[in-house]
């Protein structure tokens, strides 16, 4: 007896599928023979082949035969059952449930021609192919396989394999070329859907061909599931020349891995669509000359790898493609994607043709040599794109503008989301021609630089907030004589640096003071000597994500002379700090730097006046004071390469003002003392000097400014007093919106 049925020439004659006649062995006339009805095999039962057509039904019940031949007939293999090969044709149907199938003499595990066949939970393996779904030449109807339950298919030359209009569906199962040069998966003009599945070939994971006999569309739709061509590519399409078609390839959450770094690998004149869905793919996908490839990335995929030759490339929505190589795009599309060009210190050339869409560009330049990622449009240019380039703590070289995009024309427009920063200034960005430069003439300050000279300038406003007047510093000493004691204050001040003292910043400032003193017995009794001690924090603002930090630490002296018969006043100060200064730098990339130093201070002031009463409690007090401080010098980085240089920071400040109020007795022992203050001060120091990146900067906070303040001193008992102070400055460089301080004093 003979049966026609689809057949096909293993490799290396890959392409080629006949319809020839096979002579049916000779097992297959023996005992096992069944023309329509139905026979089942259990365990125990005879050891034999099958033949059945006519709408013949067999049933293996955890039994075991010799190889089955069906003609529109049903097989089912049910758990616990094992088999040779297996085919079925002719719109018949074989299922296999919890059983093995060992194809053997050069034969596929199991084949189906124009029929279905559902696989669960079953392992199958053949010497040519695992298990192969084809059909009829001559027929439209193709075959079906199902493939779930955790089933392993197993072939020499290729796991699974189809022909044109039949389907192989796979889930939460495995397939594998063992062969050296075999393939998980091989498809001919066929569709494919996998699902939660691995497919391995040890050359390539997926070969899709032309079946020349049905010449048509093949589909592939991978499902979180990984395809890994273990010393090849992942996926090969390759259409030998034989006719123009195309093949669909839709990956959804799932993986592609390859020996050679080749993801897809599209040649002989094929024509491959990939769009890929929430994946992250690393490697290349290779197009040869005169063959044409279309990727599309949506719904946050990411592509690490070359694009050699693809036609066209839409990057959607969140999804990225990272470059890690030279690469050239004929047409590409921006949908809100990004394209990253690579790692940092790597710069690469994107060549496209036609560019178009909206969307972000990752670069990175070097300008301290040069170097830096192009996008070099060669065709035409439209759309809106931001380029987001890394910050650099190196500089442009003088005068010198660097090229980012090029393009030969079109209404493109180019926008930066921030100015880039590269060292000590950041650069804006220019159209020059056709092409887009990161323009020297538009440098501003960079946040590094600017956070660098706010650090170096902010030791000495804190200074001053720590010392402050005598009155707010120690209270109203007159409220009880003059006699030794112990004190302590809280404050917290908030300055305002203006741009034009080189830098401009906000400030504040909070910390506390101890301090304890006692009467000389020089005189006439009325000098006091003290020590103190305290700690201050400073937090600087820069805006645009860009702060600092100042923690200081410090002990000084004073000497205080009060003399009650003419209400003379002298006090004097001595006061050393320690700072740690440290910075956090918001760069134009969405990066930080951070970087820090320890320095240290030392100052003193001098402040002399007299307190004049007047009838009915009232008092005038006009004073001068004198302030010196010198700040250290310190060389200093960033951890993005950007150095710093500071000079020793002075100031020389001098004040001049008056104060008024009234002392109310409200008890024997309780007193109040309202006042109020106005006054001027002049800073005489100008030009503390800082390089930024061999960058010369100057913070200037010379000049007038005018003071004012109010407050009031409590005396609860004969040994304690509260008080409390309000002061506000306001000058061309300098502003202090907000500074209060509450004290506490107690006698002995």
């Known amino acids: 007896m003979q049966i026609p049925f689809r057949s096909f020439i293993s490799p290396p004659s890959r392409m080629t599928a006949l319809c020839i006649s096979l002579v049916l062995p000779s097992s297959f006339v023996s005992a096992g023979s069944l023309v329509g009805g139905t026979a089942t095999v259990n365990n125990g039962d005879a050891i034999e082949s099958w033949f059945l057509t006519q709408n013949a039904t067999l049933n293996i019940n955890n039994a075991q035969t010799l190889g089955i031949n069906a003609d529109s007939s049903r097989v089912n293999i049910n758990a616990g059952s094992s088999t040779r090969e297996i085919s079925v044709s002719d719109n018949s149907t074989l299922s296999i449930d919890g059983a093995t199938v060992t194809g053997t003499n050069g034969q596929s595990g199991l084949l189906l021609i124009s029929s279905q066949g559902n696989v669960n939970n079953s392992t199958v393996s053949g010497e040519e192919f695992g298990a192969s779904a084809v ?3 001559n027929a439209q109807a193709g075959s079906i396989l199902n493939i779930t339950g955790n089933s392993t298919i197993t072939g020499i030359d290729a796991g699974a394999f189809a022909t044109s209009h039949s389907l192989i569906n796979i889930a939460d199962s495995t397939l594998v070329g063992t062969g050296s040069t075999s393939y998980g998966m091989w498809l001919q003009s066929a569709d494919a859907i996998a699902r939660s599945s691995t497919i391995t070939g040890n050359q390539n994971g997926v070969l899709i061909e032309l079946d020349i006999t049905g010449t048509a569309p093949a589909t592939l739709n991978l499902d979180k599931t990984t395809v890994h061509g273990i010393t090849g590519s992942a996926i090969v399409v390759d259409f030998g020349n034989v006719a123009e078609e ?4 839709t990956l959804n959450n799932s993986r592609l891995l390859a020996g050679n770094n080749t993801l897809l690998e599209v040649k002989g004149g094929a024509t491959a669509l990939m769009t890929v869905n929430a994946s992250t793919l690393n490697g290349n996908i290779i197009v040869e000359n005169g063959s044409h490839s279309e990727l599309t990335l949506q719904n946050n995929s990411v592509l690490t790898g070359r694009l050699e030759n693809v036609s066209s490339a839409t990057i959607s929505g969140t999804s990225q493609w990272v470059l890690v190589d030279n690469s050239q795009v004929e047409k590409l599309v921006l949908d809100g994607g990004s394209i990253k060009f690579g790692d940092n210190n790597a710069f690469y050339q994107l060549n496209v043709a036609e560019l178009s869409g909206s969307g972000k560009f990752i670069m990175a330049t070097d300008l301290a ?6 996008l070099n449009v060669t065709g035409t240019a439209s759309g809106s794109h931001q380029l987001l380039i890394e910050s650099s703590g190196t500089e442009l070289p003088a005068g010198q503008p660097v090229t980012v995009v090029k393009t030969a024309g079109g209404d493109a427009v180019f926008t930066l989301p921030r100015n880039v920063d590269q060292g ?14 990161l323009d020297p003439e538009t440098r501003v300050i960079s946040p590094g630089a600017r956070s660098v000279l706010a650090l170096f300038n902010t030791p000495l406003p804190a200074w001053y907030g720590e010392l402050t007047s005598l009155r707010t510093r120690m209270g109203e000493l007159r409220l009880n004589s003059g006699k030794a004691g112990a004190w302590g204050r ?9 741009d034009g003292s080189g830098v401009g910043y906000e400030q504040t400032q909070y910390g506390f003071t101890l301090g304890a003193d006692t009467q000389l017995p020089i005189g006439d009794g009325q000098w006091l000597l003290g020590i103190m001690g305290g700690h201050s924090q400073s937090d600087l603002n820069l805006d645009a994500g860009t702060s600092g930090k100042v923690d200081s630490y410090y002990l000084g002296t004073y000497v205080t002379w009060l003399d009650a018969a003419s209400g003379y006043y002298l006090d004097g100060v001595i006061k050393a700090n320690r700072f740690r200064n ?4 918001g760069l134009s990339d969405g990066e930080r730097a951070k970087g820090g130093y320890d320095n240290t201070g030392v100052g003193g002031s001098i402040e002399f006046g007299r307190h004049i009463k007047f009838d009915d409690g009232y008092f005038m007090e006009p004073f001068t004071k004198w302030s010196a401080v010198v700040i250290q010098g310190k060389d200093f980085s960033l951890d993005n390469d950007l150095h710093a240089e500071g000079d020793r920071a002075r100031s020389l400040l001098g004040e001049a003002g008056i104060t008024v109020g009234r002392n109310y007795s409200l008890s024997n022992d309780i007193g109040v003392q309202p006042y109020l203050r106005v ?12 390089q930024v990146n061999n960058n010369v900067f100057k913070n200037d906070l010379s000049g007038a400014r005018s003071l004012l303040g109010a407050g009031m001193s409590v005396s609860m008992t004969n040994k304690l007093q509260m008080h409390a102070d309000y002061e506000y400055s306001d000058g061309k460089n300098f502003r202090q919106p907000a500074g209060l301080t509450l004290g506490l004093r107690y006698s002995f």
């Open 679 to 690: 006054g001027a001060a002049y800073e005489f120091a100008k030009n503390n000097e800082v």
């Open 246 to 249: 195309t093949a669909t390839l």
């Open 424 to 437: 000590a200034y950041s650069y804006g960005l220019a159209k020059s021609g056709n092409d887009w430069i």
């Open 582 to 585: 440290d910075a956090k730098v």
């Open 369 to 374: 040599t040069g170097r830096t990622d192009l």
């Open 135 to 137: 059909r009829f030449s």
């Open 490 to 498: 809280t404050y917290g001040n908030k300055y305002q640096i203006a």
